[in-house]
């Protein structure tokens, strides 16, 4: 089972077979516009479209997409995390059975603190910062 | 025993399903009634789809059914009602807003579970039968 510390979250086996499945999903779509030369589609934020507030999320399909089309500067622009997730994913459904059944560790609080980042990155990029 | 947590690949599949079902209906009728009339319709239509279904005796969409999942209520393990699945139906809004970190926030919750989860007091798991729970599935060996 996936458990959680004060100071480690630790995720197992299942946990990783779901977020291998994400990751491929992810790479399908922003792989997927390249199959005929587009750019996607770039999907609008509700809070954003509602408030004017960006998420921590936002600019993440973009980003996604533009390293996937090798356009870093593009990448890191809309949101920094994107390149990041790529690299995730590539490494992720690279992995073995044996390194996924014994599963990954990471300290717990380094989500949050990415969370925290991506959405202040955010906030800066549409000057609410 | 605790039911087994649903996988996310099990609930993304059931959503697409209950979003084809709930897509078809909401095309038929903006033919019929007009985009704005139908979006209307159409949003009461999901709400009663989903707490219907959800909040009933099997705590299952035709998505969930077709994927063998279900929703429970989390302290219990038992049909989650027609209240909590208000409560669900209210929070996916909330799961949505922020470009669905809600519905991605399973994928590294403890419990597997998504913002509109965690408000109604619910969890998704795999649906066993009487049979299973008793140990004669032959799958079992």
């Known amino acids: ?129 | 025993v605790s039911p087994s947590r649903a996988g996310f690949g099990a609930r993304l599949i059931a959503l697409v399903i209950d979003g084809l079902v709930l897509s078809l209906a909401s095309g038929a009728l903006a033919l019929a009634l007009g985009p704005v009339r139908a979006f209307a319709v159409v949003q009461l239509g999901a709400l009663a789809y989903f707490v219907g279904f959800e909040g009933g005796p099997t705590g299952q969409t035709p998505g969930k059914r077709v994927m063998g999942i279900k929703v429970v209520a989390a302290d219990a393990h038992e049909p989650a009602g027609y209240g909590k699945a208000l409560i669900r139906w209210v929070g996916r809004f909330l799961s949505a807003l922020p470009c669905g970190l809600g519905y991605v926030w399973a994928l590294f919750d403890q419990d597997g579970r998504t913002w509109h989860d965690m408000l109604a007091e619910t969890e998704v798991v795999a649906a066993t039968t009487a049979s299973d729970d008793l140990g004669l599935n032959p799958a079992d060996g």
């Open chain 1, 1 to 129: 089972m996936h458990t959680a510390s004060r100071s480690r979250l630790v995720l197992d086996a299942d946990h990783l077979r779901d977020l291998r499945i994400g990751a491929g999903l992810m790479l399908a779509a922003a792989v997927g516009p390249l199959l005929n030369h587009g750019r996607g589609v770039g999907l609008p934020c509700p809070l954003r479209a509602l408030t004017g507030v960006p998420c921590p999320l936002c600019g993440l399909s973009t980003s996604v997409t533009a390293t996937a089309h090798l356009d870093l500067h593009g990448a890191l622009a809309a949101n920094p995390m994107g390149l990041v997730a790529v690299l995730g994913a590539v490494a992720l459904l690279a992995t073995t059975p044996r390194a996924r059944q014994r599963g990954l560790a990471m300290p717990a609080w380094l989500p949050w603190l990415a969370l925290a980042a991506m959405w202040a990155f955010e906030l800066h990029r549409f000057k609410w910062l």
